[in-house]
């Protein structure tokens, strides 16, 4: 083997935990694009219930059988796999689709910007985890980066925003995904794949009564093929696809180091934007970028 093949070997173990992770801010960032357009077209509970459910069943065949096998163990941990599922599955989302209905994807992914520094808190708070000046430094940074692309380097955007009832429920909904990441290194040991689609089945139990109470006020879904297209996706990218490379991210790096890709999540979006949509790349993306990555650097040093 060539010294060249052994170092390019060395990198990509080095580097893969965190390319893994960066999906999930990929997959999240047209999450709460899609969930604020399509607020007026499918109610936030029903939106929820029908993504864990489709996900549930499109994973369900492909982790039967490690799902069998680790049954026990998850039942011998259910509590903290309840207080998992309630936390990442059940409220997180259903809260982040009611949001959005009263506030703006702006102000959503400003407010989702914090909550790297929510996981530093709750790790801090429960288990004592310590974090360095310079790495405090780092989480600063990273969510300046964030912002600058969110207000799209217009700081005077900032002294104009109003804030409405949707902002507190995202508020509350980011501090639920911060306890969740968290809390991962409480799960039991098993399988990625049976956590996964554990955790979404009993998620989809906890929504249950919420979706039911809703369907019994009214609300009503027309079928549509942009409905059914919003529901595939969501339940594809930002909650298979998103939620394995999340928590991967969490069991290798740590819920401080993972939790600093959700600033990537206004990066991706614009990119997308920019791919998808025919925006331009603008000298606040750039910079925002610059300083987001500037602090992932430094926090990780």
């Given amino acids: 083997m060539s010294p060249n093949s052994h170092n390019t070997g060395a990198w990509y173990r080095a580097a893969w935990p965190y390319l893994l992770t960066a999906l999930a801010p990929l997959c999240w960032g047209g999450n709460i694009v899609l ?5 007026d077209t499918i109610p936030p ?11 549930f069943v499109i994973l369900l065949p492909f982790t039967w059988r490690t799902a069998r096998q680790d049954w026990s163990r998850v039942v011998n941990s259910w509590k903290i796999m309840s207080v998992l599922s309630i936390l990442g599955v059940s409220f997180f989302n259903t809260m982040l689709y009611t949001a959005v209905h009263t506030t703006t994807a702006i102000n959503g992914a400003m407010i989702q910007s914090t909550m790297s520094a929510l996981i530093i808190l709750a790790t801090l708070v429960m288990f004592k985890e310590r974090i360095t000046r310079l790495q405090i430094l780092g989480v ?25 009832p949707g902002d507190i429920l995202m508020m509350g909904a980011v501090i639920l995904y911060a306890l969740y990441s968290a809390l991962l290194r409480k799960r039991p040991a098993i ?19 919420l979706y039911i109470w809703e369907l019994a006020g009214s609300a009503t879904v027309t079928v549509t093929a942009e409905v059914i297209l919003s529901i595939l996706y969501v339940a594809l990218f930002p ?11 969490v069991e290798v790096l740590g819920a401080n180091r993972t939790g600093l ?8 979006a614009s990119i997308l934007a920019i791919f998808f949509l025919g925006e331009t790349l603008q000298a ?16 990780n040093r």
């Fill in 35 to 39: 969930g604020r357009g399509m607020a």
């Fill in 45 to 55: 509970v029903s939106f929820a219930f029908w993504r864990w459910m489709v996900a």
């Fill in 191 to 209: 399988h990625p794949l049976s956590f996964l689609v554990s955790t979404f089945g009993l998620g989809i139990l906890f929504l249950l009564p």
């Fill in 239 to 249: 909650s298979i696809v998103a939620y394995f490379c999340w928590n991967r991210g």
């Fill in 284 to 299: 606040f993306h750039i910079v925002g970028m610059t300083l987001i990555f500037s602090g992932m650097i430094l926090f």
């Fill in 261 to 268: 890709f959700i600033n990537l999540i206004p990066v991706f």
């Fill in 140 to 164: 600063t940074i990273c969510i300046s980066g964030a912002f600058v692309v969110i207000l799209r380097g217009q700081w005077s955007t900032l002294l104009g925003m109003s804030f409405a």
